[in-house]
Structures are given as C-alpha cells and as structure tokens.
C-alpha cells in the first residue's frame, strides 16, 4: 500500500517511520511512504503556503491552490482504490473500524492541515472526508497522520510478523463494542518489589490459566473501558 502525506512540514516524518514494524513494512515492500512538500506546489518566489481569512479572524489558512496542484499531481485520476483525508480537527473520528476501511485502498493521501485551519473547498471539493484522530486540539495533522498510517500499515498482509496477532488484538473484533482488552500480562521475575505474579500463571495448569485470563480480560474492561462491555457483568 502506498502512503502519500502532503505536509508543509516534510522533515516531521524522518522519525515515526523509521522504527519497529514500519521501518520493516517499507524495507519489504508491503508499505511505501511518501512525504510530499506542499511548497513544491506554490507558483509565487516566496512559496506561499497561507493566507488571511475573508471576513476577518484570527490566523492564517492554508490557501486552496498549492493543495489542489499538489493532490491533483499526487492522484492523476479518482480510483475507487484511492482515498484522499484531509486530517482536520472537525473530522469524522479514527478507529479501528476505519483503520480496516482504509487497509482495503491501494494507495491513500493524508493532507495535513497547519495554522488555523484550511480553506472549506479543500473540504468541499477535493478531500473525500475530513478525519479527526480524537477530541483534542493538536497544532496540525502531522502527528494525526502519523497515527493514521501506523494503524493501518499494521493491518496489512506480511507487516506484522505473525499473521494472526493483528486479529486476536484488543479492538479487532468489529472495532469497538464487540471488544475486550487484552487480559493483564507478567514476564519474570515472579514477585518484583513484593507485587506477585498471580499464583494460577505459573501452575502450568491450562485450562485454569484460559480461564483466569477470560475474567481478568472482562474485568480490566469493566474498569477501565466499561464503554465496550455490550451487557452488565457480576461482581
Ligand atoms: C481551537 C482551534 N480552532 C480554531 C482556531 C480550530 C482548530 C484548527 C486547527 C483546531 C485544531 C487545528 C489543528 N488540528 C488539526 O489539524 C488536526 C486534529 C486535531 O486538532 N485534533 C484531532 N485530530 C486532528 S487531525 C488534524
């Protein structure tokens, strides 16, 4: 899958992908990134990325041209295996559902908003949705698409080493509701500053460990993520 991100700020993305199990995915093949500089885009000699709002206000925007230039040099032609998301704090909210959408694309384009937002036509006219990451306000959508890629990347073929430990995961089955975390885990040592290991983990007894692991797995989510539990459980 092809990752395309339209960014003023092109250096952000020297980190995040060079890591773990992106840095793997891109030396495979099964994932490419590519980072695009919006002010390749830009006719004038000053490489103007912004403008003030009409109507006055606060901040800048980022103005329409350099983004269409961009995502129409990017994506050709509209493709039913293409999507283009501008990251914006009014989207549609991230999850797990949507991350399995997009790991059905073949090639997906992240456009990142900056200062105080992006003009509406983006929105309107060349983005097919806008996408929030969370209910929090960020300074742009680098980091947002950085998040975006990473779920994503993750679900496809041959990028997680074990094929099947992206579908047993917390939050995998039909995304959130259907969903239990995944049950408290130790390693070594056994007691640590007087913290135990629970006694069942270390008794080799299987069918007691699958269960003990069932109803800590239903009770760390009763505490922590009641919102996903579809039904009351017993004290
Ligand atoms: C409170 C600021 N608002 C008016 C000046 C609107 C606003 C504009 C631009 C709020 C955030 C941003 C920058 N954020 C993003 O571009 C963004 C974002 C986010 O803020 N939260 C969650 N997901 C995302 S994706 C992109």
């Not at 092109?10 to 995915?25: S, T």
């Not at 206000?57 to 050709?76: D, H, N, T, V």
């Not at 090639?107 to 929105?123: P, S």
């Not at 959130?176 to 006694?199: I, M, N, S």
Request: proline share 6%.
């Amino acid at each position: 899958m092809i990752f395309h991100v339209l960014t003023i700020f092109p250096e952000f993305f020297r980190g995040p992908f060079e890591h773990g199990v992106l840095q793997r995915a891109r030396q495979s093949g099964a994932v490419e990134i590519r980072i695009h500089n919006l002010r390749d885009w830009t006719p004038d000699r000053h490489k103007t990325v912004d403008d003030r709002p009409f109507g006055g206000g606060e901040g800048m925007l980022l103005k329409p041209e350099p983004l269409f230039l961009a995502a129409e040099s990017i994506f050709p032609e509209r493709r039913a295996d293409r999507r283009t998301l501008l990251l914006s704090a009014h989207g549609r909210l991230f999850d797990q559902n949507a991350a399995n959408e997009f790991a059905g694309l073949r090639e997906l384009l992240l456009i990142c908003g900056r200062y105080e937002g992006v003009d509406e036509r983006v929105a309107e006219h060349l983005a097919d949705s806008e996408l929030s990451i969370g209910n929090y306000v960020l300074s742009g959508g680098e980091l947002a698409a950085a998040v975006v890629i990473d779920a994503v990347a993750r679900l496809l073929p041959g990028v997680l080493g074990n094929a099947s430990s992206a579908a047993f995961e917390s939050f995998q089955q039909a995304g959130h509701g259907a969903g239990v975390l995944d049950c408290p885990q130790y390693t070594r040592p056994a007691e640590f500053r007087g913290w135990k290991v629970p006694e069942v983990l270390l008794s080799g007894n299987h069918e007691e460990i699958r269960r003990w692991r069932r109803q800590a797995a239903l009770e760390k989510t009763r505490r922590l993520r009641p919102d996903l539990l579809p039904f009351k459980i017993e004290d």
